[in-house]
């Protein structure tokens, strides 16, 4: 089992910087990929940012050059980040941290991000 908790969200104004943080703690071994997600009101849950072991990451389009996925490995703990700057307003959503470990997907509870125009 893995255990995700996000952090970070807010409302900040179109043009600001959040950093969303997400702790994982459980079977930390063989996690394979993690990423942010996000879902707007009445939108499907999209990707917004991966990051797979080898250190390869992928972003969508709509917030490259402009968020940055990284990870920090403690002891017994996984931290991930999203550095999210120059935020826009089409960026409000709930923002969710994932983990795929062993053919299994693990959800945070998500952290609100609302960007204000």
């Known amino acids: 089992q893995v255990q995700l908790v996000e952090s970070g969200g807010g409302l900040v104004q179109a043009g600001g910087s959040l950093r969303l943080s997400c702790a994982a703690s459980g079977s930390l071994f063989s996690i394979t990929k993690m990423a942010w997600y996000r879902q707007a009101p009445g939108k499907q849950r999209e990707l917004v940012a991966e990051l797979i072991s080898g250190g390869t990451t992928n972003y969508a389009d709509s917030v490259k050059g402009r968020f940055t996925i990284s990870r920090d490995n403690d002891k017994n703990t996984v931290s991930l980040y999203l550095q999210m700057n120059s935020l826009k307003p089409e960026d409000t959503a709930d923002y969710y941290c994932?983990?795929?470990?062993?053919?299994?997907?693990?959800w945070g509870q998500g952290t609100q991000v609302t960007v204000s125009s």
């Open positions: 994932h983990a795929w470990r062993l053919g299994t997907t693990y």
